[in-house]
């Protein structure tokens, strides 16, 4: 089931959208990696995941990502939430202060991959918002290679209010290197170091979202001239 709607997902992002990605070499394949990416629409976690590991994560399971999911958007009824649990989504509560949500990814991600939003919310005018700690408690208890994401492109696929996905949109990927936050490491693990953590990764993002910005910019002055 879960490879099935994730070839979907490839027929959606490259045959009806046309989708660029750079930096794939950064995520690797070895356990305990965290994607941290800015958020735009309700199926980034599936844009992430699939342009990070497919098709190798056909053959090789724990590079199918766990991902925090809204309970609001996909365990509101029984066969939304039997199709979320087939997606590896990890239900996080209303506010996103949750947390047995965290506990969860932090017992799930030394095994394999996590696809987190450090903003906990997505964007409505496209700038890459404050992260909240969560996602620095979770780096600092299980200490991952954390690689920086930015996405740009899906607000238009799938704009906030809308159900159904744009088509013969352009959308692109970001993978930075690796964030070193070993700094941080012997700080007492508070709100504060995890907030410093965070911050120092949604940084990389908004440098790389920037990036993608002006490559998007380039090519409809290319197409304009």
Known sequence: MTNATVT????????????????????????????????????????????AFYPWSVIKPHLMPWNPAAVENFFKNPVLAWLAHQWRCIPV?????????????????????????????????????PARPGAGLLMLATRPKAVPVAIEGMRE??????????????????????????EFLDRPRSNETAQAVIDKVMAQVRIQQAELRKRAGSRVSGFAG
């Not at 932090?106 to 700038?127: N, Q, S």
């Open 8 to 51: 979907l997902f490839w027929v959606l992002f490259h045959i009806l959208n046309r989708t660029t990605v750079i930096g794939r070499s950064h995520v690797g394949h070895q356990r305990n990696t965290l994607l941290l990416s800015n958020h735009q629409s309700m199926i980034d976690s599936f844009l992430v995941g699939l342009e």
């Open 93 to 129: 509560r209303a506010g996103r202060q949750d947390p047995f949500a965290l506990r969860q990814m932090i017992r799930a991600l030394p095994r394999g991959i996590v696809t987190l939003f450090p903003e906990g919310t997505r964007t409505r005018d496209g700038a890459v918002g």
């Open 157 to 182: 696929v799938l704009p906030i209010g809308r159900h159904l996905p744009r088509l013969f949109k352009r959308i692109y990927v970001y993978f930075g290197p690796p964030v070193d936050y070993s």
